[in-house]
């Protein structure tokens, strides 16, 4: 026997140990692509696209607020000086010209291949003339001071105009040289970091950097009273990171606490306290490694999610030490585990119908919870026997239990008034049927009202693109893409004349096409040609056609050099402008996104989806609203988990019809734990709470928990009470799930909080209402309990 039982260690110890292996070089992600479907549209691979990749998740907003303009204008220049010197920033904007510096020499050397303005009309005597003249008229401006030295160079200020096109639309307001919000009360500053805005851990260095430059600025300035408020995409995942770890680690202290008190006091054994770990544990390693194994990239969500449903585990330990600790592991195995057993399947068959969704986080989540628990029932079973030894014994508690046993008796007093309060469940369900579930997605988000409001009046401010919007177009190569984003743009440029849209940013700016860039340099006249135009251009002009010879020569050489390609632009903030705007697939296609700024001065930011539309139609681009298509996404998604949940029910209905074989009981079972499900539905929506799919999987949990109270309570025969080992197992597991659980519904995390506020409660009413329904009227009243 003691063979058996160190092979059955060994056996599980091999498996832990490549479980382990699985993990260590298992792919986690966090992106949101857990959201996207297996077979994903145009709109919904451009929607992950662009919080992945795109160059709107990298920007941070910054407003230095309090003193006067004066100080505020200073600390701005001081924290643009800082930043804009540091690598990590793709780059730093406040208003003043001198941010664009650093590209300054490489937008001198392409201006010919990059300026909108080069056209054969341009180099004519007319138009040389013209431009000459506005080149020197704009040399009193900040730009044109900041040009000024170039000016024998590019008198035809073809750099003005790349700068203009890179900060089309509206723009933010000036104070003291500096941009300010509108009502002139903060300075404002736009950043873009150089990591991914996917990049949690490279966002958080890059906002630790703008904490210190500011405080740097501040002191170097004197003006220590300002303060700074960030904000943005990257932001918010970082808090929102930072919240949850804090947040999950106060929490399980708290539950972790609780519950090892609460075990100890029914165990008196740390051995049993430790081992009741193992089952955990090695469901917990199986889910992520069968995830792995199968998708090879394990979503953070999945873990998350299937952390709270692995915990099931705990009752696993609980019901062994307990009912083994009185009765013998033998008599254990033989009148207790079949029901366990029966409990493990209903709850692998209700998430195993997760496993044909379409989406692959559910999927994700169905494998891990079914391959978890299965996992931690056989560890239970054939692995803690052989670590307990034959000296398994857990304290009687006799007094609790006779007074559980009491109240246990009396429970089917109460069988018609929960069958009308279910009438009532019902009724009310079906009225609110329309409200139950919320399409938002914003539920899931743990930024605050306050927090959304305050990025949505810096974006204001700033004229910044928005999240929301965008266009993206897909080409089979990088040419096509981009000739397809000036096309694209062409039509857009319609909509910003006429005040549809504030503008947009495209890739094509800073990389035009190939076929562009040669009509472009083929306006260029040869070097005689366009001097001999020069010199009757300018004939009484301030500057004379003399001092003109190194434009001559660059026109010259940027004829020979051709257009300009993207290795031309590696190492500068313009490389990564156009990466972060024109992807390539994995798939091979190239894809572009043009993000859009709303027009200033529209309530809620918002942009008309007809007019982009309509404009765009036949283009072959797609105009994207990222909000509606994801909440429309996640709409779909929760539908589709609910519909393979009901199929699960049904499943595990099917599963207790053949076990049970009895109608009365399989129908007891089945509206107990229906009854439960409802009234944590009914409570939930009087509190105001719209469920959404963190609710679902606590739902799904309180079936799986309830149906091994119900079986339980439902395994008595011929009238003979519960034995009193049972109850105490099913007392103290249903306390540390309701500590483990009503713990979360603390949390200030919408994500914990939703499972804490659905499990918690969900699993006492499942016993309660088992003990009501299911548990047989007792032949003989237990001693000391009326009939």
């Known amino acids: 026997m003691k063979s058996a039982a160190v092979r059955v260690f060994l056996v599980w110890l091999a498996?832990?140990?490549?479980?382990?292996?699985?993990?260590?070089?298992?792919?986690?992600?966090?992106?949101?692509?857990?959201?996207?479907?297996?077979?994903?549209?145009?709109?919904?691979?451009?929607?992950?696209?662009?919080?992945?990749?795109?160059?709107?998740?990298?920007?941070?907003?910054?407003?230095?607020e309090g003193g006067d303009e004066?100080?505020?204008?200073?600390?701005?220049?001081?924290?643009?000086?800082?930043?804009?010197?540091?690598?990590?920033?793709?780059?730093?904007?406040?208003?003043?010209?001198?941010?664009l510096e650093g590209e300054r020499d490489r937008l001198l050397a392409h201006r010919y291949a990059l300026s909108p303005s080069v056209s054969p009309e341009r180099f004519t005597e007319d138009g040389l003339r013209a431009a000459v003249t506005d080149t020197i008229d704009l040399l009193s401006s900040p730009a044109g001071m900041l040009l000024k030295p170039y000016l024998a160079r590019d008198p035809t200020g073809e750099v003005l105009s790349i700068l203009g096109q890179l900060n089309p639309?509206?723009?933010?307001?000036?104070?003291?040289?500096?941009?300010?919000?509108?009502?002139?009360?903060?300075?404002?500053?736009?950043?873009?970091?150089?990591?991914?805005?996917?990049?949690?851990?490279?966002?958080?260095?890059?906002?630790?950097?703008?904490?210190?430059?500011?405080e740097q600025a501040r002191a170097s300035t004197g003006h220590s009273a300002l303060t700074m408020v960030l904000s943005g995409p990257g932001q918010f995942a970082v808090q929102a990171r930072e919240t949850i770890k804090s947040e999950a680690k106060r929490l399980s202290l708290m539950s972790s606490i609780a519950i090892?008190?609460?075990?100890?006091?029914?165990?008196?054994?740390?051995?049993?306290?430790?081992?009741?770990?193992?089952?955990?544990?090695?469901?917990?390693l199986a889910g992520i490694a069968m995830v792995s194994l199968v998708h090879g990239t394990v979503f953070g969500v999945t873990v998350g999610f299937g952390s709270a449903l692995i915990g099931e585990a705990v009752d696993y330990a609980i019901y062994y030490f307990v009912q083994a600790g009185h009765q013998g592991v033998d008599q254990w195995r033989r009148v207790f585990w079949p029901t366990i057993r029966l409990g493990v399947m209903t709850t692998a068959i209700g998430f195993g119908a997760l496993l044909f969704s379409g989406f692959p986080g559910l999927a994700q989540l169905g494998l891990y919870a079914l391959s978890g628990v299965v996992t931690a029932a056989l560890v239970t079973r054939f692995v803690l026997p052989s670590l307990t030894g034959p000296g398994l014994r857990v304290p009687a508690h006799e007094v609790w239990v006779r007074r559980w046993m009491a109240l246990l008796g009396r429970a089917h007093h109460l069988r018609w008034a929960m069958v009308g309060l279910a009438v009532v469940v019902a009724a009310y369900l079906w009225v609110q049927r329309d409200s139950l579930w919320s399409a938002n997605l914003s539920a899931l988000s743990s930024v605050t009202a306050d927090e959304a409001n305050a990025d949505a009046r810096m974006r204001a401010d700033l004229a910044a693109p928005d999240a929301r919007y965008l266009v993206t177009v897909s080409a089979d190569s990088q040419e096509a893409a981009l000739q397809a984003a000036e096309k694209a743009g062409q039509r857009l440029d319609a909509l910003v004349e006429q005040g549809v849209i504030g503008g947009y940013d495209s890739p094509a700016r800073f990389l035009p096409s190939a076929e562009l860039q040669q009509q472009r340099l083929a306006s260029l006249p040869p070097a005689e040609v366009l001097r001999e135009r020069l010199q009757r251009a300018l004939v009484?002009?301030?500057?004379?056609?003399?001092?003109?010879?190194?434009?001559?020569?660059?026109?010259?050489?940027?004829?020979?050099?051709?257009?300009m390609t993207r290795a031309d632009l590696d190492?500068?903030?313009?490389?990564?402008?156009?990466?972060?705007?024109?992807?390539?697939?994995?798939?091979?296609?190239?894809?572009?996104?043009?993000?859009?700024?709303?027009?200033?001065?529209?309530?809620?930011?918002?942009i008309p989806a007809q007019p982009v539309e309509q404009v765009l139609d036949g283009s072959g681009a797609l105009f994207v609203d990222l909000k509606t298509e994801f909440e429309g996404l996640y709409s779909t998604y929760v539908e589709e988990a609910v519909e393979?949940?009901?199929?699960?029910?049904?499943?595990?209905?099917?599963?207790?019809?053949?076990?049970?074989?009895?109608?009365?009981?399989?129908?007891?079972?089945?509206?107990?734990?229906?009854?439960?499900?409802?009234?944590?539905?009914?409570?939930?929506?009087?509190?105001?709470?719209?469920?959404?799919?963190?609710?679902?999987?606590?739902?799904?949990?309180?079936f799986a928990v309830g149906s091994n109270y119900a079986l339980f309570l439902d395994h008595p025969g011929d009238g003979e009470p519960l034995d009193p080992a049972t109850l105490l197992s099913m007392g103290v597991a249903v306390l540390t799930t309701v500590i483990g659980f009503g713990t979360l519904a603390s949390s200030s995390v919408p994500v914990l909080q939703a499972v804490g506020i659905t499990v918690g409660p969900g699993a006492l009413l499942a016993l309660v209402l088992s003990a009501v329904l299911v548990y047989p009227k007792p032949a003989h009243p237990p001693s000391g309990v009326a009939a």
């Open 15 to 64: 498996l832990m140990l490549a479980g382990l292996a699985v993990v260590w070089n298992s792919r986690f992600t966090a992106d949101m692509s857990f959201f996207l479907p297996s077979n994903p549209s145009a709109e919904q691979r451009a929607l992950v696209e662009q919080l992945q990749d795109g160059s709107v998740s990298r920007l941070l907003m910054v407003a230095v």
């Open 70 to 99: 004066k100080q505020r204008a200073a600390v701005s220049r001081a924290l643009r000086q800082a930043l804009a010197a540091d690598p990590d920033f793709l780059s730093v904007q406040n208003g003043e010209a001198g941010g």
């Open 169 to 214: 639309g509206a723009q933010p307001q000036m104070r003291a040289g500096v941009w300010a919000s509108r009502d002139g009360e903060r300075a404002m500053l736009l950043l873009q970091t150089r990591v991914l805005g996917s990049d949690t851990d490279g966002q958080a260095l890059a906002i630790d950097k703008v904490h210190a430059a500011f």
């Open 260 to 284: 090892w008190l609460v075990l100890f006091w029914v165990y008196r054994s740390f051995k049993l306290l430790a081992l009741g770990l193992i089952p955990v544990l090695s469901g917990t």
């Open 540 to 563: 009484d002009a301030p500057l004379s056609a003399a001092r003109l010879e190194p434009f001559i020569s660059d026109t010259e050489a940027a004829r020979a050099a051709g257009p």
């Open 571 to 606: 190492g500068s903030a313009l490389a990564l402008a156009v990466d972060s705007l024109l992807i390539h697939g994995k798939d091979g296609h190239w894809t572009v996104m043009l993000p859009l700024r709303p027009a200033p001065g529209v309530p809620d930011a918002a």
């Open 644 to 702: 393979l949940s009901l199929l699960g029910v049904l499943a595990i209905a099917l599963l207790l019809a053949v076990s049970l074989r009895s109608v009365l009981r399989l129908a007891r079972v089945l509206f107990t734990l229906a009854l439960a499900v409802g009234l944590v539905m009914v409570m939930l929506n009087l509190a105001g709470v719209r469920l959404h799919l963190l609710h679902l999987v606590g739902l799904l949990l309180i």
